[in-house]
């Protein structure tokens, strides 16, 4: 760790933990974490060999913890081992693309009736292509873009500069901004009272996506693909449409508790959970084109990227997306959706099939069957996540043993922040509270001693949210009508002046109804629009909090002494 008083930090919560657990596992780490951090990576306890599921959630936690901690001396090239996954996935890719173009020669009795089945299902889901079905729902997302970094992409940039777009893509976004009067009033100066067309120089094409890595743990960073402006607009109108109609067919992308749950239960329902390696980077391009109907696939084909820019050159991939576009999350989703409701169909059993992204869970006597269709079909089962046999079973970021909630809290971020270093004593607060293990009153105080500012903010537990360091609530006055006064950490957002026409505009879409300038939200006394300039400040001020649900959990009741 390159901070030093962090290091320190760490070191003396993890000591203080340990000594709270007592467990072998926690010593090892700690040995670890004061010489060589590589090994710390190493210490994963895995469920077998585990009786009960209070003995492994110790072990489980107190390992993963720092799994991720992005302060940690290593030797990885992190950004190195990204790129390296990413051609690999390439590899994959074109294998698979060889395998679907020479379907005949590669016919597999078992999986081909699951292909045909997952044409139709998916087919129902999407139904007749029509645009008007993709582009009523576009929208701009808030991540970067080909010419736009994340902190220079605002909306109103977007709207408002010449786009950057794909050639194929070209025409549908042209389309949709000449028949927006707002949106030309963005761009031109002036609102168009007539039909009008957009010159060439309110574009820029571009051959595709710019490759950039972003954070992932503490072995290797996140491949993502900076789509083109335009694209992006284009791809989230898909996204959201496949969004909703995965809705009307049980399978629910804005919420992840039916996965969750299905892995609280799966030993009674006789149920596996399967997670996949780098499966955004492995949707191969002839899949999408075998199971989607026709027209669909080419007009995803049309706004996607065909080539992306690494490292200095142009690489034309033989993915069809990747994470950073507007509607790979929700593609992938539907492809395993279908493929294994299909393969269930076939069993004879039903609803046991749940699929959150690449979380997929499958009943047990599916599971081999289900790693023959996602390798043929140029997928990798991640065995370090999948789990078909013992006590274990994960999904969508909880984690069960024998039906018990073991879920472990990272520390990822460094530790440079107040706002940070709450967040990592509420996390442990209320693991150890949720656990009902011994009480780190000594780990804890280590992060309120480190704290910067004074005086500390607090908050009453069980309130939801990191405004202040979580306490107990009998020491905090409360109001019958304004709730509990507290000292908590605020973030105060300066404001810059934008394109007051390209945010009217983004508004009259996001909102779909038609509304008069002078409703728009002002905050600048200059008259003119404002976005927030990631600029803020960070303060300590006083207010209420009314938490209804803190009132029936005296702390007395579970607060050590």
């Known amino acids: 760790m390159k901070n030093t008083r962090e290091h320190e930090l760490l070191q003396v919560v993890v000591n203080h933990l340990s000594a709270s657990l007592s467990t072998p596992k926690s010593q090892a780490v700690l040995m670890t974490l004061k010489g060589d951090h590589e090994a710390l990576l190493s210490l994963g306890a895995t469920a077998n060999g585990y009786q009960t599921a209070a003995e492994f959630a110790k072990d489980y936690f107190i390992t993963e913890y720092l799994s991720k901690y992005k302060g940690l001396d290593t030797s990885y090239d992190k950004p190195a081992v990204a790129l390296g996954k990413w051609k690999l996935a390439e590899t994959q890719c074109s294998v698979t693309n060889a395998r679907f173009r020479n379907l005949k020669l590669n016919f597999n009795s078992a999986v081909e009736p699951i292909l045909h089945r997952a044409q139709r299902k998916i087919f129902k889901v999407l139904g007749g292509f029509t645009l008007r079905k993709v582009l009523s729902d576009c929208r701009w997302g808030p991540g970067a873009t080909y010419d736009m970094s994340r902190v220079a992409a605002s909306r109103d940039k977007k709207i408002s500069k010449p786009l950057t777009v794909t050639p194929k893509a070209l025409r549908f976004i042209r389309l949709l901004m000449e028949s927006d009067p707002n949106w030309g009033e963005a761009i031109l100066g002036c609102k168009p009272v007539a039909p009008f067309s957009l010159l060439p120089e309110c574009f820029v094409c571009v051959r595709g996506s710019r490759f950039l890595t972003v954070p992932k743990n503490a072995k290797t960073d996140r491949c993502i693909a900076a789509e083109p402006t335009g694209n992006s607009f284009l791809q989230q109108g898909v996204g959201r449409f496949i969004r909703r109609r995965l809705k009307a067919f049980g399978v629910d992308l804005d919420d992840q508790s039916r996965n969750q749950e299905f892995a609280r239960e799966a030993l009674k329902l006789g149920l596996a959970t399967i997670d996949l390696s780098s499966a955004s980077d492995t949707i191969a391009t002839e899949l999408v084109f075998h199971l989607l109907p026709l027209d669909w696939a080419h007009y995803l084909d049309a706004i996607r990227s065909p080539e992306t820019f690494v490292k200095g050159e142009w690489i034309r991939t033989e993915k069809f997306a990747s994470m950073g576009n507007g509607f790979c999350f929700e593609l992938e989703s539907l492809l395993f959706w279908a493929l294994m409701s299909s393969m269930e169909e076939d069993s004879g059993r039903v609803d046991l099939v749940s699929v959150y992204g690449d979380d997929i869970i499958v009943p047990v006597d599916l599971y081999e069957t289900a790693e023959v269709v996602l390798s043929f079909v140029g997928f990798t089962l991640n065995p370090e996540k999948s789990h078909a046999t013992g006590l274990f079973r994960e999904s969508c970021g909880r984690h069960f043993f024998n039906g018990v909630d073991v879920t472990p809290v990272y520390q990822k971020e460094c530790l440079t922040h ?45 309130v939801e949210g990191d405004d202040g360091f979580l306490d107990d609530e009998s020491k905090f006055v409360a109001d019958p009508v304004y709730g509990y006064r507290c000292r908590v950490l605020v973030y105060s957002e300066q404001y810059k002046g934008c394109n007051e026409a390209a945010m009217l505009q983004d508004r009259l879409r996001t909102i779909g109804r038609q509304f008069d300038r002078r409703s728009f939200a002002n905050p600048l006394p200059s008259g003119h629009c404002a976005v927030s300039s990631q600029s803020g400040r960070w303060r300590t001020r006083v207010r209420y909090i009314q938490v209804a649900a803190v009132r029936g959990f005296p702390a007395s009741d579970w607060l050590p002494a």
């Open 418 to 462: 107040p706002s940070e270093l709450i967040r990592a004593y509420n996390r442990l607060f209320r693991l150890f509270r949720r656990m009902s293990w011994p009480w780190p009153r000594k780990a804890l105080r280590a992060f309120q001693d480190f704290y910067p500012l004074k005086p500390l903010p607090l908050i009453p537990y069980p």
